[in-house]
Nanobody
Framework: QVQLVESGGGLVQPGGSLRLSCAAS????????MNWYRQAPGKEREFVAG????????NYADSVKGRFTISRDNTKNTVYLQMNSLKPEDTAVYYC????????WGQGTQVTVSS
């Protein structure tokens, strides 16, 4: 069965960095685009970044452009989100999502940006 397992979240000070990972299994990883989403308390889940199956194409929400970088390693079935220059408003649970006719979500990893 399809599994997506996020890791790498934590508490970081404003201006700091974190790298999130999402380990995938149960499907041909390189055949699917992958997304990162986030959900802050009291807010709707929102798109953060996306990457094509080959890794050749990426796109980002305006709020994270220039600060976050999505990448993937198809030999490790893992997608990453490098987050730099973090701000308090980046605080949220971050989820990875498999793109496709049927979507799958991971369980999420908490990112808290606070001094």
């Amino acid at each position: 069965q399809v599994q997506l397992v996020e890791s790498g979240g934590g508490l970081v000070q404003p201006g700091g960095s974190l790298r999130l990972s999402c380990a995938a299994s149960g499907f041909p990883f390189s055949s699917y685009g992958m997304n990162w989403y986030r959900q802050a308390p009291g807010k709707e889940r929102e798109f953060v970044a996306g990457i094509t199956g080959s890794g050749g194409g990426t796109n980002y929400a305006d709020s994270v452009k220039g600060r976050f970088t999505i990448s993937r390693d198809n030999t490790k079935n893992t997608v990453y989100l490098q987050m730099n220059s973090l701000k308090p408003e980046d605080t949220a649970v971050y989820y990875c999502r498999r793109v496709g006719l049927r979507t799958y979500w991971g369980q999420g990893t908490q990112v808290t940006v606070s001094s």
